[in-house]
């Protein structure tokens, strides 16, 4: 019989499962809690079930865990990036942030990512497949096991795009949210998206209150398309509308996304056409100085990006120049993988 991986499960499902080798759903609860609470990912060590139970379980499930390959570490602010080395021997990245008010973890959805922004070194690298609901899942475990952090902030803004592995990533979420699993609340899990339009408006009726965050970059179209092929599918009014229906229905700020290019997107002008084209949506916008980069783009002095920002809120934007973390590390998203395949980034 071929194991399944029980981080693949939704709770109800679960019970189903279980009822097929027949155990309660009491013992449900007990195994999720081995897992997610205490981190011991071996039925063999979950101690208030029977042997005969350990081993029934073992027969019919594995825990997937990925395996750390690299490992890289800030001296200035504690950040911690992960390569992980999934079943089928691919690479995925995580990284482990923290901030005065929470630990929070930037997670994959996908191995790689068809997207080619061309600012993103996963994008460089291409799309392999997407990651299962465990897979995602576990990245969280893994990190919380191995360096001893309760996460209590999710982002799915690590390698690929969340909301072309939709059906996965809104089952890790149910799962994350989940009491008997991670029982984290919605609103502390973020999905990050390029703007997948026609997503974004379902997301909107997702029952749980997570937060998005939608990359935009470039105020024109033009623009966009330059440094986002999908700018073509999904074009700035496209994103923007979707983002007023999704606001209309939660209520809730969406964040914007900008990476500053130097002489790309970086002048007055674009901060002010950029709060034009915002109007009528509650947002924040992040400002984030473009990361090391496969194409070489360059960052804006701290003075262009400072008064990128102050240009926002003089038209009435609210706005903030993301705190960088990591610096010293490849934390961004796919840094660290393209450097260990031997690709040098600028
Ligand atoms: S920035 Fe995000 S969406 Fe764009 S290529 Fe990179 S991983 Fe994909």
Known sequence: MVKKNILDY????LIEEFKKINLQKFRVDQVLDWIFKKHVFDFYEMTNLSKEMRKQLDDYFYIYIPEPVD???SKKDKTTKFLWK???GRTIESVLLFYPNRVSACISSQVGCALKCKFCSTGASGFERDLSTGEIIAQVLA?????NVNINNIVLMGMGEPLLNYDNVIKAIRNWN???MKNLGARHITISTAG????????????????LSIS?????NYQRDQIMPINSKYPIEQVLQAA???????????????????GFNDTEEDAIKLAEILKGLKVMVNIIPVNPNPAGFERPSKKFLTNFVKKLKENGIEATLRIEKGTDIDAACGQLKMRKKGINLK
């Open 196 to 211: 997948i339009a026609d997503k974004i408006e379902e997301l909107a009726d997702f029952e749980l209150d997570i937060r």
């Open 216 to 220: 935009l970059h470039a105020v024109s």
């Open 10 to 13: 939704s709770y109800e499902e």
């Open 178 to 180: 989940n009491k008997k």
């Open 86 to 88: 999934l079943e089928d």
């Open 244 to 262: 007023k229906v999704y606001q209309q229905k939660t209520k809730n700020r969406v964040t914007i996304e900008y990476i500053a290019i130097k």
């Open 143 to 147: 990190i919380e096991k191995l360096e």
């Open 71 to 73: 490992i890289q570490r």
